[in-house]
């Protein structure tokens, strides 16, 4: 007979089973092209209850967070990078065009980057981490006076957002991609 604190280890190594199940379902919709994350269907799939799906991820936001947390944890990586970079500017530059590339590349990701609110506490960390690099970089940049003084690190992540979307409206144009990035860099100038 196996005690209560053992079935309780054992569910949570099932359960851990399962959410790996699910982020591996979820995983292969989306590289099949269904970006839809229907969570009944993935529960489907998965071979797992509906109710298991929704203990682990409330929402489709949430499943998508989990499913992108380590590609922005590479950002964050990134961000800590180009802070560390002895030229501030061309480490504001180079991480712009990461996080451009990256947002172009994966819908999701960049929804999980422009979501004003977040399903998961690593997300929410993940995003405090990516603020704090990026401010560190901006603080860098304008004692440089390379870059204008009125400019936060939620406003890059912002104007980032929107060059994406820009983009994603034009049709995928990689050239409009580097014009829009190259206006955003001028933009982010100190005025003359």
Do not use: W
Not at 7 to 33: P, S
Not at 110 to 121: E, P, T
Request: charged share 30%; net charge negative; aromatic share 4%.
């Amino acid at each position: 007979m196996t005690s209560g604190a053992e079935r309780g280890t054992a569910m949570r190594a099932d359960a851990a089973r399962n959410r790996v199940r699910v982020l591996q379902v979820a995983r292969e919709q989306l590289a099949n092209g269904d970006d839809s994350l229907m969570l009944n269907t993935i529960a489907r799939l998965a071979g797992v209850g509906v109710g298991t799906v929704y203990r682990h991820f409330p929402n489709r936001h949430a499943l998508l967070e989990a499913l992108m947390a380590e590609r922005f944890q590479q950002l964050v990586a990134e961000a800590q990078a180009a802070a560390a970079d002895e030229d501030a500017l061309a480490g504001l530059h180079r991480l712009l065009r990461y996080a451009l590339g990256r947002a172009l590349d994966d819908a999701g990701f960049a929804a999980v980057l422009a979501s004003a609110s977040d399903a998961d506490a690593q997300t929410s960390r993940m995003k405090a981490e990516l603020d704090r690099a990026v401010a560190e970089l901006l603080d860098r940049a304008r004692d440089a006076g390379a870059i204008r003084r009125d400019i936060e690190a939620d406003d890059v992540r912002r104007l980032l957002c929107g060059i994406e979307h820009a983009v994603r409206a034009g049709g995928d144009d990689a050239g409009r991609a580097e014009m829009y990035l190259a206006v955003l860099l001028e933009g982010l100038r100190p005025p003359r």
